[in-house]
């Protein structure tokens, strides 16, 4: 089956990867549907506990994730031990990833506005591990000729320019193209050379004395976010739950 799948399906040696990917993302929406009717009070589940204490489901994530990863290690690329591995650390990886605001803030912000960023960083690891199915390498090293490849020195300019787009575009306040643009050295071009967000480093640095870009830049930002915002606030709503309503705040009385 496996020698099938390679043969028709992915490159060789990427079988492994893809294992890896499909349990990831069926981890995770699997985790999302039974976590979402935990919260609707609906179906046989329920939070697990431990002599009172809320284990968390990145526990089991971090222990799948050790197990997948040494064993991967220690099996090799081929066989059908690595493909195990490769499944047990893509299904720690989900459980990990889902509960990622939790370890990012250390509060339990599962069901909160803060919780978002646990899906956001799920399609996003999805999503750069796909590129790297279809064929694209960090840096754009797949760009290059065997000769380039033959060049150490053309490899190095290489690896180094593509870099320093993607640092420039995270200065610029664009992480999520600076990330993109690891896989996809354009991706980082087209970051690197546009206007900064307002509140980045770079847009401190050189936009303090440039009114006139500070203002594009905000106006930019502005309407990007007005946007883009609420496509992407639904679309995070359709696959991990919407979040919990702020409870109001009492106004500040003044003495």
Request: proline share 6%; charged share 20%; hydrophobic share 50%.
């Amino acid at each position: 089956m496996g020698n099938w799948l390679e043969r028709n399906i992915v490159e060789p040696g990427k079988l492994p990867l893809l294992l890896a990917l499909t349990a990831f993302v069926l981890t995770f929406l699997l985790t999302r549907v039974v976590t979402r009717m935990i919260r609707a009070g609906k179906g046989p589940f329920g939070n697990v506990k431990a002599g009172g204490l809320h284990i968390h489901h990145v526990v089991p994530g971090v222990v799948l994730t050790v197990v997948g990863g040494f064993g991967a290690v220690a099996s090799g690329q081929d066989g059908f031990g690595a493909g195990v591995c490769a499944v047990l650390f893509g299904m720690g990886a989900g459980l990990v990833l889902d509960e990622f605001a939790l370890i990012l803030h250390l509060d339990d912000v599962y069901w909160t506005e803060a919780g978002r960023q646990s899906v956001e960083m799920v399609v996003l690891t999805a999503a750069l591990v796909g590129l790297v199915l279809l064929g694209f390498l960090p840096f754009g090293v797949n760009d290059l000729s065997d000769e380039d490849v033959q060049n150490r020195g053309g490899v190095i300019v290489s690896i180094g320019v593509n870099f320093l787009f993607s640092l420039l575009a995270l200065s610029k306040g664009k992480p999520r193209t600076a990330v993109f643009g690891v896989i996809v050295p354009l991706v980082a071009l087209f970051g690197a050379i546009r206007l900064a967000r307002p509140g980045s480093p770079w847009a401190k640095r050189f936009y303090a004395r440039r009114p006139r870009a500070r203002s594009r830049s905000t106006l930019r930002a502005y309407r990007h976010d007005r946007r883009w915002a609420g496509p992407r606030r639904r679309i995070q709503d359709l696959i991990g739950g919407k979040p919990d309503p702020e409870p109001a705040r009492a106004p500040a009385v003044r003495r």
